[in-house]
T-cell receptor
Framework: GESVGLHLPTLSVQEGDNSIINCAYS??????FIWYKQESGKGPQFIID?????DKRQGQRVTVLLNKTVKHLSLQIAATQPGDSAVYFC????????????FGPGTRLSVLP | NAGVTQTPKFQVLKTGQSMTLQCAQD?????MYWYRQDPGMGLRLIYY???????DKGEVPNGYNVSRLNKREFSLRLESAAPSQTSVYFC??????????????????FGDGTRLSIL
């Protein structure tokens, strides 16, 4: 398998349960955030985004919550499925390099049968 | 299918060799990026091109050069490879299809990476 993702925090959930993945961000001025999913051997895949004028945004089986007070972002996955097993990471719009994104190292989600 | 295509998928080099990683996108995006991904770390920006004709350094540009060949293509060159450049390299693009200019609040779309080992 892919060596990327070594030493990452791991979240193990039972199939069918809900998953919550957390992310702390650093730039209090950031106004845009994204969650990505990365499967082994693949590139990051866009899941959902949220702008700072919102606290919550829902997609299909996923919800992103933004708490600007404590600079915290979370991704909730409802009814977790085996295909959800992957590394998930957040990205915040940074202050440098043309306001490019700063990516977190990620959390590995493991779905148990 | 529309997306970002990277070549090659795998490459092994000897220290001191040079090579160019190719990237092409067919989403009519204005902006393109090169990242490297190392174990346990977030993606780090090497270079980016906000629009055709411009390129700028990112967080870790040393040892690399880029060329924005046209709107579709953005290549990354290692002039003299070093073991510290062993990594997985990702190209990405973003923008509002068909629109000119740099839109910062747009998600980036990634290729599947080039796995590069330097001995």
């Amino acid at each position: 398998g892919e060596s990327v993702g070594l030493h990452l925090p791991t979240l193990s959930v039972q199939e069918g349960d809900n998953s919550i993945i957390n992310c702390a961000y650093s730039n209090s001025a950031s106004d845009y955030f994204i969650w990505y999913k990365q499967e082994s051997g693949k590139g990051p895949q866009f899941i959902i985004d949220i702008r700072s004028n919102m606290d919550k945004r829902q997609g299909q089986r996923v919800t992103v919550l933004l708490n600007k007070t404590v600079k915290h972002l979370s991704l909730q996955i409802a009814a977790t499925q085996p295909g959800d097993s992957a590394v998930y990471f957040c990205a915040e719009k940074g202050a440098n390099y043309g306001q490019n994104f700063v990516f977190g190292p990620g959390t590995r989600l493991s779905v148990l049968p | 299918n529309a997306g970002v295509t990277q070549t090659p998928k795998f490459q092994v080099l000897k220290t001191g060799q040079s090579m160019t990683l190719q990237c092409a996108q067919d989403m009519n995006h204005n902006s393109m990026y090169w990242y490297r991904q190392d174990p346990g770390m977030g993606l780090r920006l090497i270079y980016y091109s906000a629009s055709e004709g411009t390129t700028d350094k990112g967080e870790v540009p040393n040892g690399y050069n880029v060329s924005r060949l046209n709107k579709r293509e953005f290549s990354l060159r290692l002039e003299s490879a070093a073991p510290s450049q062993t990594s997985v390299y990702f190209c990405a693009s973003s923008g509002v299809p068909g629109q000119v200019g740099f839109y910062s609040n747009q998600p980036q779309h990634f290729g599947d990476g080039t796995r590069l080992s330097i001995l």
